[in-house]
């Protein structure tokens, strides 16, 4: 029987302990840096001409836009070696243009993430770029490891990266709808309205997570070709 770590377990790379540790950095990196004051006008102003070219848009035009756009970075993201980088960096200048935009409104760009973060879309879009994160660590993991099947690593990092694209379309989806109806309903329905979108959003995310177990299952079950029966599965998540 093989020592198991943290992130290892019976010589396998335990998935989903890499995503929470990725996320948890994601979060930390956006509540630290949204929180410091940034003086970037010319940042600020490139980032709300574009928002302000989408907002114009209709619901289909608007998902056309940012599902296209969060896709691509998170495909940047599941490059390895350099996804890990792109990782950091995406995040750092996003958690940047928010604390901006806190500023160009007289708060703190802290305030600005905690009130995105009462929307379901913050919460289907962050995940799925630790995905990709996860998913470039564990295929550098497979190809690097010796005696490691190369093609279940490639099997999984093409379910992560399937896994990735749907929440990352489900996200794209709600955050048009959410733009639309901030635009649209005249206030509190345009805050109380997005809010109802939770409804629907708790069982995708629900759904969501199951495929992820699914894939972190798979990193389980396969892997080794000898396998190790005297290893029972890895089924704590935790």
């Given at each position: 029987?093989?020592r198991d770590s943290l992130y290892f377990r019976s010589?396998?790379?335990?998935?989903?302990?890499?995503?929470?540790?990725?996320?948890?950095?994601?979060?930390?990196?956006?509540?630290?840096?949204?929180?410091?004051?940034?003086?970037?006008?010319?940042?600020?102003?490139?980032?709300?001409?574009?928002?302000?070219?989408?907002?114009?848009?209709?619901?289909?035009?608007?998902?056309?836009?940012?599902?296209?756009?969060?896709?691509?970075a998170a495909t940047l993201e599941v490059i390895p070696?350099?996804?890990?980088?792109?990782?950091?960096?995406?995040?750092?200048?996003?958690?940047?243009?928010?604390?901006?935009?806190?500023?160009?409104?007289?708060?703190?760009?802290?305030?600005?993430?905690?009130?995105?973060?009462?929307?379901?879309?913050?919460?289907?879009?962050?995940?799925?770029?630790?995905?990709?994160?996860?998913?470039?660590?564990?295929?550098?993991?497979?190809?690097?490891?010796?005696?490691?099947?190369?093609?279940?690593?490639?099997?999984?990092?093409?379910?992560?990266?399937?896994?990735?694209?749907?929440?990352?379309?489900?996200?794209?989806?709600?955050?048009?709808?959410?733009?639309?109806?901030?635009?649209?309903?005249?206030?509190?329905?345009?805050?109380?309205?997005?809010?109802?979108?939770?409804?629907?959003?708790?069982?995708?995310?629900?759904?969501?997570?199951?495929?992820?177990?699914?894939?972190?299952?798979?990193?389980?079950?396969?892997?080794?070709?000898?396998?190790?029966?005297?290893?029972?599965?890895?089924?704590?998540?935790?």
């Open positions: 029987m093989r010589g396998k790379l335990r998935t989903g302990r890499i995503f929470i540790t990725v996320f948890i950095i994601e979060i930390a990196i956006y509540l630290v840096v949204s929180s410091i004051e940034f003086n970037d006008p010319q940042l600020l102003s490139q980032f709300e001409s574009q928002q302000s070219s989408i907002d114009s848009l209709s619901i289909a035009g608007m998902f056309i836009s940012i599902f296209p756009h969060n896709l691509f070696f350099i996804g890990q980088v792109f990782f950091l960096i995406s995040n750092v200048e996003t958690a940047m243009i928010i604390s901006l935009e806190g500023g160009s409104l007289h708060v703190n760009g802290l305030f600005i993430f905690l009130s995105l973060a009462i929307f379901p879309h913050t919460w289907l879009e962050l995940p799925s770029y630790a995905i990709a994160t996860t998913s470039s660590i564990a295929l550098i993991y497979g190809l690097l490891k010796r005696g490691y099947n190369r093609k279940e690593a490639g099997i999984q990092f093409i379910l992560f990266y399937l896994l990735l694209a749907l929440e990352l379309g489900v996200a794209g989806l709600f955050e048009s709808i959410e733009i639309y109806m901030e635009r649209t309903y005249p206030s509190p329905q345009n805050v109380t309205y997005p809010l109802l979108l939770w409804i629907p959003a708790i069982p995708l995310l629900y759904l969501l997570f199951r495929l992820f177990r699914m894939v972190d299952r798979f990193s389980q079950d396969g892997g080794d070709n000898k396998g190790i029966p005297d290893d029972p599965p890895d089924d704590d998540f935790l």
